[in-house]
């Protein structure tokens, strides 16, 4: 069950992604990959690598991404230039938030420990 929620998340994310590329707004955005704490998990007989969950507010406390656990990959998202900060927990189960700037047109890879 863990195995097909995944994927369906993974092409929901995939999709609004390409989505924003289509009507010509993909030079206002920038790329963000975020690798979120992760383990070892067995799923039907090979070992992957889960990606804990997050979300992002904006400046104004506004949650505009939320992201589930992922395997595989990190999760890559796409926003404005801007502040944001993300949540997410660690692997001690604790919440914990990082603040990003995000400038237009740039990739980042942000690691969270």
Do not use: C, H, W
Request: charged share 25%.
């Amino acid at each position: 069950m863990k195995k097909v929620f995944s994927f369906i998340l993974s092409v929901v994310v995939i999709f609004q992604i390409n989505s924003f590329a289509s009507n010509g707004e993909k030079n206002n955005f920038s790329l963000v990959e975020v690798v979120t704490p992760a383990k070892e998990v067995y799923d039907d007989g090979i070992y992957r690598i889960q990606f804990s969950s997050f979300y992002v507010v904006d400046e104004n406390g506004n949650k505009i991404i939320s992201s589930g656990e992922v395997f595989d990959y990190a999760a890559k998202i796409k926003v404005s230039e801007g502040k944001y900060s993300i949540f997410y927990k660690n692997l001690n189960d604790q919440l914990v938030q990082k603040e990003i700037i995000v400038e237009k047109g740039n990739y980042l890879r942000i690691k969270l420990d």
